[in-house]
């Protein structure tokens, strides 16, 4: 772990500070205390970290829907575009908009300096029960984009949409989806869920058949049955296209990450001092009580005091392989940090 030089009162402070210097560099510390400071992540941060050689960090917090109305009051009078389209979604969620239903959480994402500006860069809705159809889905998105911009999304955007979910595999569903409001072209990013071989045969039907070479490994084979497809949309599939790779629960280990980091290392996919960094992150993390945001949750822990302490649990969540355009491969890891109940105090 590595200490900070800012005080340590929110979830998103205690993570940051809990990150080893492998994997984060002083200006991107500094810069996700900023960022946490300004968006909802009280009960969830992560942190995109490239595995290879060193480069841009990006940030997520969200909320769920029993934190909606906590985070529209906090938004309410925003007087800059993400501010305003976060309000309005809590609203919404709050009021069951019909096409929230069956969104289960909300992940924001802003990416860090040089690269980014610390600006909110897309606001994703996850999907986790394969019963929520995908059918309907892109009327239900271009509600949301209406929702959000005031702007309805353009025909070719739609018809690129239709082609996409057209692909998708017997058995696939929608994990999320995602409005990069804050990136070029304002894609729609579309995670599919389905066994691997599935995922890469809808690289054929994109006509993506160099990042489906890229990407077919031997290495990816322990992911095979819990694997992911992301890629974004504007008036066509974008060549850029990655594959969210996740442990199965009972490997969910520092043994298990660190054996399949170290064919990704043998590879030239990732650097051995930041592919052990990743795969020893896993933590039980004492809070501050000041990191309690829910008026609930703050009244219940009140009561546990002192004998109760608030915690969060940090570990490596997934990995990610992306296929570049220019044909090369970059290796992300993501690290969470999720509260947790209060648990007792050590006597």
Known sequence: MSGGQFPLRTLNDVAVAAT?????????????????????????????????????VDWSGGFGPHDAAMVAAAFAGADDPAGRAIATLAQAWQAGHPA??????????????????????????????????????????????????GQPLPAARLAALEHSLAMLPPGAWIAFVGLMTGRPESPI????????????????????????QALDLPILAPFARLARLAWDVTDRVAPRVGVELFAPTFLQNPAFWRETLQAFVDAGLARADRAEAFAAWRHLLPLPKEAIQHPGERAVLALLLPRYRPVAMAYPSHLKLSALPDGSLELKGYLFATLERARPKAR
Request: no cysteine.
């Open 100 to 149: 929230l239903d069956g969104v289960t959480f909300v992940y924001l994402e802003a990416d860090l300096p040089p690269g980014g500006s610390g600006e909110l860069a897309g606001i994703y809705l996850e999907f986790p029960d394969r019963r929520v159809p995908h059918l309907g889905l892109v009327e239900r998105l271009s509600a949301l984009a209406h929702l959000l911009t």
């Open 20 to 56: 080893p210097d492998a994997l984060l560099a002083p200006d991107d510390r500094a810069h996700l205390q900023k960022i946490g400071e300004r968006w909802p992540s009280h009960r969830l941060v992560a942190y995109e970290v490239r595995l290879g050689a060193p480069g841009q």
């Open 189 to 212: 990013r579309l995670v599919a869920r389905a066994p691997l071989p599935e995922l890469f045969g809808m690289l054929e039907g994109f006509a993506l058949d160099a990042a489906r």
